[in-house]
């Protein structure tokens, strides 16, 4: 039986030393050494996951790893950032090898694939906690923020959101009376438990696009925050979501919900000016993924006094629909 | 009464945004920009804190907030890198405003102290842990690593080690039978609760000593990780160790046992050449802090084979002394 640090080593530092080549110093030593490219600033991001409120206890291990790094790269392609490394601090019970074998398999095989590698980190016993921060790489200019939204702008929206949503409910037996096919079930719970971050769109989209963020607490939600920060409202196109097969099968008020109110789907929501269209679609062929224009920025009446932004939902037809989105309710709920 | 996010705002992201001055784009966004200085890396360190393993349920939540960042800090300190920012993620199991308060005042009020910014966080209901990631900036030629000793090296260290460890034993009850003056309680007390974190030391020792770390676990068993790094062996003069007024009235046998084996004193251990003497004391006198050398770097007899780095006492005459030392044992055993 391997001693807790040597089973860290090997599951951990002795992967991360193989592969290192953007660190001027990783794993071993007080810190590690980075630096962002030439001329380049380094996004940083952090995300912690907590048993039970993140992922349930018997979550798959594999799923795990692959998500906690996940969600982080996620923040990265929000910013348009090209991945460095990472930093993994975690708190575990008890290490179990199969465990710590599995968890570690679903972390690298992500790293790897996006050449993000493990840089330091820090081990402790305690209840399951994971830490991770990360780090990239981007032109300060060209960095998608929050604040870049300009009314006229358009919104667009990744992939197909709300998937991540219905795997949850489906899990959660919340729909006991809508039948739910077996493919469309794995392909809910996989959306939710292997989320794909759009790190070569974001890169793709940096200079594009104006200002972009990660959908993981829903898109409503999460679309409110460009608003706030660039003091701008908004109009979508409800009719105009990008529905997956899967979801387009579920009554109306689920395919809403999941789309709207539900998270953990880690798509890019971003503006662009319209002039931008053909290049934003050029951006996403390039980085081979689905974008979806769902509706326009709009002036703010009360761009000086501090009020809350303001989303309309409309039909195709231009109608207004008064949507009662119920609240975002998923493990990501603080 | 405040939500728990506008309680978080108060204390942590309203503060932090008031002194941007590093980042060009901090608390709010996907992901905070920052950069080392121009043609430095940036040095980057991750630490996990844990309840009921690296402080205890009842702790004063100003030296907590103050611990956890001075951790983060040493290690900067140890590399001979200049704070620029840190992010926070932590889990709480139930926001306190008072908590909230003093915690972040202890937080903070080191921060400022050495300039380094809150960049961003995470926070989340759970189990309370604390994970701090901090970014320096230093040449990457300057940096302290591990794995530079030479055999001749002197080997120094800053500070009086052993008082924390002191500190925990009288707090634990570990040695009812000395009696222990209520003066030197409290100067343990605060070796243990606000260590502070040698970043003048480090920075001005960055060019002039070869390797050092700081000292988390005990001085004997993290002088070995500089030996193994280096692939050399140390002799130590025990009589040479630097003792505080109050440590030096404990019995020799706690005194040895604290300055070797305790840890949490967050003093820099490093190794310089002999050429460099006057350097280091003159790197010390401007940081205002003491340095003593308290050893000699020596040839690794098997610099070939993977056999483990060896440390010698001796005592002021130069004979060998045969002692064990009590297996590290405060909250960091981990």
Chains 1, 2 share one sequence.
């Not at 008890?94 to 679903?106: H, Q, T, V, Y």
């Not at 097969?245 to 789309?259: D, G, T, V, W, Y």
């Not at 509706?295 to 231009?318: F, M």
Request: hydrophobic share 45%.
């Amino acid at each position: 039986m391997l001693s807790e640090f040597s089973l860290i080593d090997r599951y951990f530092a002795q992967r991360a030393r193989k592969n290192t080549r953007r660190a001027a110093l990783g794993i071993g030593d007080d810190c590690a050494l980075i630096a962002p490219a030439a001329g380049e600033m380094l996004a940083v991001s952090t995300d912690m996951l907590v048993e039970g409120r993140h992922f349930l206890p018997d979550v798959d291990p594999r799923a795990l790893g692959h998500k906690a790094l996940a969600v982080n790269l996620s923040d990265l392609a929000a910013m348009g950032a090209a991945p460095l490394g990472f930093t993994l601090a975690f708190a575990l019970p008890k290490p179990r090898e199969d465990w710590l074998e599995a968890f570690s398999n679903g972390l690298f095989e992500l790293a790897d694939r996006h050449g993000c590698e493990l840089i330091g980190g820090d081990t402790t016993a305690g209840p399951l906690n994971l830490c991770i921060t990360v780090f990239g790489s981007v032109r300060q200019n060209d960095a998608l923020r929050r604040d870049a939204a300009q009314p006229g702008d358009d919104i667009w929206v990744s992939g197909t959101p709300g998937d991540a949503r219905a795997g949850l409910g489906v899990l959660r037996g919340e729909w006991p009376q809508v039948p739910i096919d077996r493919a469309d079930l794995a392909h809910f719970r996989h959306a939710l438990e292997y989320p794909e971050p759009r790190v070569a769109l974001g890169l793709a989209l940096a200079g594009i696009a104006r200002a972009a963020l990660d959908v993981s607490d829903g898109l409503a939600g999460d679309l409110l925050h460009i608003l706030e920060r660039s003091h701008v409202n908004a109009e979508i196109n409800v009719d105009a979501l990008p529905l997956s097969a899967a979801l387009a099968r579920l009554p109306r008020a689920q395919q809403l919900q999941c789309a709207l109110a539900g998270g953990d789907d880690y798509e890019l929501c971003f503006t662009a000016a319209q002039a931008q269209r053909g290049a934003v679609e050029a951006a996403a062929q390039q980085a081979g993924e689905r974008v979806t224009r769902i509706g326009t920025i709009t002036s703010s009446d009360t761009a000086r006094s501090p009020v809350a932004p303001a989303i309309t939902w409309r039909d195709a037809s231009g109608a207004p629909l008064n949507l009662t989105l119920q609240g975002f309710d998923h493990f990501h709920a603080d």
